[in-house]
């Protein structure tokens, strides 16, 4: 692509470089100027401006972008109107956005002009609503380039909100307030309301690990519980992950590198994932808690080398 000041008279379909005003028309940005255009600027006393003339082996903003867009559009995205070097991605339904953001990182380091912005990684989103950006920065990329950075195929894609059996068991103390029972679980329903889902049940029993484990035992078949705590597990051998075992379950990890929420414990009871939460779990305030919450809902993973990754950027208040 060649870019420059030229001599008016030599400006025919060059592309406008900079929006520009001249008796009383504005020609935007992109403009390619013809010759009804060339006359009116010479009337005004204009005798140069600045173009961009595109080379055969370069591929015009727009068809670069809408290219790349529909490239780049994994499941549950869709692609909108382009225009001025710009596509915007929207999503098909609700759920957690995610991106390769190695795939992309590659990009950026590979192609110069093209930048592609994304909403924050796992962000909840919600159906028509736009979570990227596709700008080509100049008038034009080489169609080499841009036939690379399709080849790399999707990087950004919806993980949808799927419905999910989900329970919830809250154990008690003497000291545990009457209203801390019914306040938790109207908490917990507003939460999975948010993700598109309700609570199967919801039910109480003293916190000691015999009472944990007889709940767990006779509850309905679920696919997520959610044991909500009257004090804090600080050991694998707290009540209630002993409870869980007791049952017959398995305790698959204790704690993750985010606070608040770095006191939960990750296990599984026959086909139900089971999260014991600590006191975070009764607050509104985005916690670790959420962030599985979410994970197990989409379908996204909730695993050793997840949850190892959330360390920087898991300090949250």
């Known amino acids: 692509m060649k870019f420059g000041a030229?001599?008016?008279?030599?400006?025919?379909?060059?592309?406008l470089a900079h929006r520009l005003v001249c008796d009383g028309k504005t020609y935007r940005k992109g403009h390619r100027l013809n010759s009804e255009d060339i006359q009116r600027l010479q009337d005004a006393g204009i005798d140069e401006v600045t173009v961009a003339r595109l080379d055969p082996e370069d591929e015009f903003e727009d068809?670069?972008?809408?290219?790349?867009?529909?490239?780049?559009?994994?499941?549950?995205i869709i692609v909108?109107?382009?225009?001025?070097?710009r596509a915007f991605l929207s999503t098909t339904g609700d759920g957690l956005l995610w991106a390769d953001d190695e795939k992309l990182l590659t990009i950026h380091q590979t192609c110069p002009g093209l930048a592609v912005a994304t909403c924050p990684q796992e962000a909840l989103v919600r159906q028509n609503q736009k979570i990227a950006t596709i700008k080509v920065i100049p008038f034009a990329l080489p169609r080499a380039r841009v036939d690379a950075v399709i080849e790399k195929g999707a990087v950004i894609r919806l993980a949808p909100l799927r419905t999910r059996c989900v329970g919830l068991l809250q154990t008690t103390l003497p000291i545990t307030k009457e209203t801390l029972i019914p306040?938790?679980?109207?908490m917990t329903r507003a939460?999975?309301?948010?993700?598109?889902?309700?609570?199967?049940?919801?039910?109480?029993?003293?916190?000691?690990?015999?009472?944990?484990?007889?709940?767990i035992q006779t509850m309905p078949a679920i696919d997520?519980?959610?044991?909500?705590?009257a004090s804090a597990t600080t050991d694998e051998a707290d009540d209630a992950p002993a409870g869980v075992?007791?049952?017959?379950?398995?305790i698959l990890r204790c704690g993750m590198p985010m606070d608040p929420g770095n006191l939960i414990v990750f296990a599984r009871y026959k086909s139900c994932d089971v999260l014991i939460l600590p006191g975070c779990a009764r607050s509104k305030v985005y916690n670790g808690y959420d962030w599985a919450l979410r994970r197990y809902l989409t379908g996204l993973p909730v695993d050793n080398a997840s949850i190892d990754r959330l360390g920087v950027g898991g300090l949250l208040a």
Do not use: W
């Not at 068809?63 to 549950?76: D, L, T, Y």
């Not at 997520?224 to 705590?229: D, E, R």
């Not at 075992?245 to 398995?250: E, K, L, N, R, Y």
């Open 183 to 186: 306040r938790t679980e109207a």
């Open 63 to 76: 068809i670069a972008a809408r290219r790349v867009a529909k490239a780049m559009a994994g499941e549950g």
């Open 6 to 15: 030229v001599p008016l008279a030599h400006a025919t379909d060059g592309l």
């Open 191 to 215: 939460r999975l309301t948010a993700l598109n889902n309700d609570l199967l049940f919801s039910q109480t029993c003293p916190h000691t690990y015999e009472q944990i484990a007889a709940a």
């Open 245 to 250: 075992v007791a049952a017959g379950g398995t």
């Open 224 to 229: 997520l519980l959610l044991l909500i705590t």
């Open 80 to 85: 909108g109107d382009v225009a001025l070097g």
